[in-house]
């Protein structure tokens, strides 16, 4: 167990899931966003500890968050609990308005419905063809900057002026995209095609809330090496 941050008096916060998932560095980010302190609990990859089948036994994967001793299950379920939870506290991931909010969660169920398949067929973890999985992802990062140009109303992020739901949602992702990106010498963010998802990306990747949770792309060029020798 590794102990991020303190946790406030009287409050158990865990987070259990494994550094390199871009699922748990969502939640890491609406955490430090919100300036929560937690314990996190590291499992181990192909192994499932037994805090994690009893937190989540339904779907037995990560990330879970434990809040005083009560599960919650699914990355953007948790970061919308952890909005919510501590909404006094930092600035607003999700939009107020409900139009804006329902804009959110459609371009946040892109993401996970484009994204997570591709790379992992990009990393060997699923069978697929990898130049498809190249041209979803490159058709993905286009649609989410022509989102970005409706969405950002000129400001900095897909939440305006601070990190929101969108951002989360797809900043996730940037570590593992940027790896993909080395090992197979190709460039998913052109600054010629995406000039603003290129300097979205550099600011994301340089806020407080994310430098230290999004894993290093190298280490986690290192860690995909690990899928390989379990395959």
């Keep these: ?6 946790a406030e008096a009287g409050e158990e916060v865990k987070l259990v899931g494994r550094w390199g998932s871009p699922f748990v560095v969502r939640v890491g980010i609406a955490l430090h966003l919100k300036g929560v302190g937690y314990e996190s609990l590291q499992e181990e990859f192909g192994k499932k500890s037994e805090i994690l089948l009893k937190s989540n036994p339904v779907y037995k994967k990560i990330p879970v968050l434990i809040h005083n001793g009560k599960p919650i299950c699914e990355s953007m379920i948790i970061v919308e609990y952890v909005d919510e939870v501590w909404a006094s506290a930092g600035p ?3 939009p107020a308005d409900p139009y804006e909010r329902a ?3 459609f371009w946040a169920a892109y993401v996970d419905d484009k994204l997570p ?10 069978e697929g063809s990898k130049e498809q999985a190249m041209e979803q992802i490159f058709t993905t990062v286009q649609l989410l900057e022509d989102a970005f140009t409706k969405c950002c109303r000129g400001k900095s992020f897909f939440g305006g002026e601070t990190i929101g739901y969108i951002d989360i949602a797809f900043g996730s992702w ?9 090992m197979f010498g190709i460039k998913f963010f052109d600054g010629e095609k995406l000039p603003l998802l290129v300097g979205w990306a550099e600011l994301f990747c340089s806020n407080d809330a994310v430098v230290n949770i999004m ?3 190298d280490t986690l060029i290192g860690y995909s090496k690990v899928f390989e020798k379990k395959n």
Excluded: D, T
Aim: aromatic residues 2%; without cysteine; hydrophobic residues 60%.
């Design 174 to 182: 940037l570590g593992w995209l940027k790896a993909v990106e080395k």
């Design 92 to 94: 607003s991931i999700l």
């Design 103 to 105: 804009i959110a969660r």
């Design 215 to 217: 894993p290093q792309v």
């Design 117 to 126: 398949s591709a790379v992992r067929i990009l990393l060997g973890l699923l």
């Design 1 to 6: 167990m590794i102990l991020e941050r303190m």
